[in-house]
Nanobody, 120 residues
């Protein structure tokens, strides 16, 4: 079974930085998309950053220029470097990996989530 394990969350002051890491139990090349989502109470899980197997990273408008998603293919990890953090960045961050099936359907795998709190 595919497993995603997230780490790196915590409490940070505005303007600070955090680096989240997602460890995948299988090769990153087995997934067509890897991504990070954020969820806050009362809201749906929102896409923060994503990257296809081939292509450039994509970011939500709110994090553009501050967050960076990266892959380490050798370690099978997907990291999210978060700089210049704002209180609005607070939430539970989830790692996601999508596997496209030949039929066109996709299988989505999720991590357990890691809490990020930006507060003074």
């Amino acid at each position: 079974q595919v497993q995603l394990v997230e780490s790196g969350g915590g409490l940070v002051q505005p303007g600070g930085s955090l680096r989240l890491s997602c460890a995948l139990s299988e090769s990153i090349f087995g997934f067509n998309v890897v991504a990070w989502y954020r969820q806050v109470p009362g809201n749906q899980r929102q896409l923060v950053a994503s990257r296809q197997r081939f292509g450039s990273p994509k970011y939500s408008d709110s994090v553009q220029g501050r967050f960076t998603i990266s892959r380490d293919n050798a370690k099978n990890t997907v990291d999210l470097q978060m700089n210049s953090l704002k209180p609005g960045d607070t939430g539970v961050y989830y790692c996601n990996a999508e596997r496209m099936m030949p039929s066109g359907s996709s299988l989505n795998y999720w991590g357990q989530g890691t809490q990020v709190t930006v507060s003074s």
